[in-house]
């Protein structure tokens, strides 16, 4: 919310074990207990550690600047001011959509991330020596929080379409699992120390954390080993195509235009719209938070960390059980977000600190539910040579809200009560739960074909069922 190397797209017999569900693999694995993928799998541990620490660290700063902003910095129109910052975080992965798909697409993963992360730390630790020679004026801080967010723009849709080349096909969804879980543990680390680290080390402290936080995540990936094209299997379809066509080129699917990606998708693009038109409301609550602290509970940053903790305790509960949550994915989805609409909208009625973090607990479990079964879906109807280009479209679609909703409701946090902008959050979500509810009679995907002929079809397709959402959803 969830592709290969350099000139090779992600490949058919990807797509394919992602059709089958993590049971695809046969019954002789069944009852056998694995070690965890992060385990057995040394490479993608290491890439997934330093997503980890990517995404904590683009959190921490987030949410310590936007804590400095309210409680030390500004004065006047303090909410403008954490707005502004939330949407300078938020306008590289809009803004650079095109410029990312095609750099996923034309070059190594690895170096992408590497660099990326290695760029974000020198950015971090620039700001922090500044920081530390003297205060940095406002305007340094912005600067430095647009270039770590434009190499976070880079790193996340690059780090989604090389999850073939990390693990084998039966383990895709399970990698998903812990790749969605990370946006989950980045906001708990990042709540937890980033407003923490401001009251007690100041602005200086808080970019040496996220350097370092970087650097060792250029490290990681500069260690874990990526397949080569080479090594990447190809599927019946694509197989076929190679033997009919003249040569080694023709097997090899033609990248398609962004526009004509959501074009020839309309489902998936209806439901982009719903999500964007409900993360104007639910994207605001980073900026209401800190708001919402300083001028309603009367807290400090252990009260911001406490509640930036408890949405993203409620988010990574969200990635690891969104795949039980029965229904359509459509269905299921307007229910989670008819839930998290209830949850914002409930601090703006009752304004007790304890009662606050219950609420934003499960609007991150909602969140994270939905980022799970959306994500699954996406990567079972995209095409594969599609996918580098799409998973930044995605992105940016949905990341559009974000820097407008951070600016509205910055600026009428100056003045409304924080408790009426939570009531507003829950109110504005009803078109957009409305709208998903009503594409929940469509389903534009065919049922999953026999994977292996001769094996019981029906019993095959039960187990998937059960494990997946109907036929469609899964993993990332």
Not at 146 to 174: G, H, K, N, W
Not at 268 to 297: K, Q
Not at 331 to 355: E, F, I, N, Q, S
Request: hydrophobic share 50%; glycine share 12%; with cysteine.
């Amino acid at each position: 919310m969830s592709a290969p190397p350099v000139s090779v797209p992600e490949t058919g017999a990807t797509a394919d074990a992602a059709h089958t569900g993590p049971g695809a693999g046969g019954a002789g694995g069944a009852g056998v207990r694995r070690a965890p993928l992060i385990l057995r799998n040394r490479a993608f541990g290491a890439v997934w550690l330093g997503q980890v620490l990517t995404q904590a660290a683009v959190r921490m700063l987030q949410v310590g600047v936007s804590w400095w902003i309210v409680a030390h910095a500004v004065r006047d129109a303090p909410g403008l001011a954490s707005g502004l910052f939330m949407a300078v975080c938020t306008l590289p992965a809009v803004a650079l959509a095109p410029v990312v798909a095609g750099t996923v697409a034309r070059f190594a993963h690895r170096s992408v991330l590497r660099t990326a992360a290695a760029l974000a730390g020198a950015a971090s630790g620039a700001l922090a020596l500044w920081a530390y020679a003297d205060g940095p004026p406002l305007t340094a801080v912005y600067a430095a929080a647009l270039a770590v967010a434009t190499c976070q723009a880079f790193f996340d849709p690059c780090l989604t379409t090389s999850v073939p080349e990390l693990v084998d096909d039966a383990d895709i969804e399970t990698a998903t699992g812990f790749e969605l879980s990370t946006q989950s543990l980045a906001g708990l680390g990042g709540a937890l120390l980033g407003a923490l680290t401001v009251d007690r080390a100041g602005v200086a402290g808080l970019a040496a954390g996220c350097a370092a936080a970087y650097l060792g995540a250029a490290l990681l990936v500069a260690s874990a080993r990526f397949r080569t094209a080479s090594s990447t299997a190809t599927t019946p379809t694509t197989a076929s195509a190679a033997t009919t066509a003249s040569g080694p080129a023709a097997a090899v699917p033609r990248r398609r235009g962004l526009r004509r990606i959501l074009g020839e998708l309309p489902y998936v693009r209806r439901i982009l719209y719903c999500f964007t038109a409900a993360n104007l409301f639910t994207t605001a609550v980073f900026v209401v938070i800190p708001l919402y602290t300083r001028s309603v509970l009367q807290g400090g940053g252990g009260t911001v960390a406490l509640l930036e903790a408890s949405l993203g305790t409620g988010a990574l509960i969200g990635a690891f059980t969104g795949t039980r949550v029965p229904g359509r994915p459509t269905v299921a989805g307007a229910y989670c977000l008819a839930l998290m609409a209830l949850a914002l909208a409930v601090p703006g009625l009752v304004a007790h600190r304890l009662a606050v973090a219950g609420c934003l607990a499960v609007a991150g479990w909602c969140a994270g539910a939905v980022g799970v079964r959306f994500v699954a879906l996406f990567q079972r109807l995209v095409p594969a040579a599609d996918k580098p280009g799409f998973f930044a479209v995605m992105q940016a679609v949905l990341g559009a809200s974000l820097p407008v909703a951070s600016l509205v409701f910055g600026s009428a946090g100056d003045f409304l009560s924080p408790r009426t902008l939570c009531l507003v959050q829950g109110v504005g979500m009803v078109p957009a739960i409305c709208a998903l509810a009503l594409l929940g009679s469509r389903d534009p995907v065919p049922p999953p074909a026999d994977p292996c002929p001769g094996t019981d079809a029906g019993t095959d397709a039960g187990t998937d069922a059960d494990r997946a959402p109907e036929a469609v959803g899964g993993e990332r």
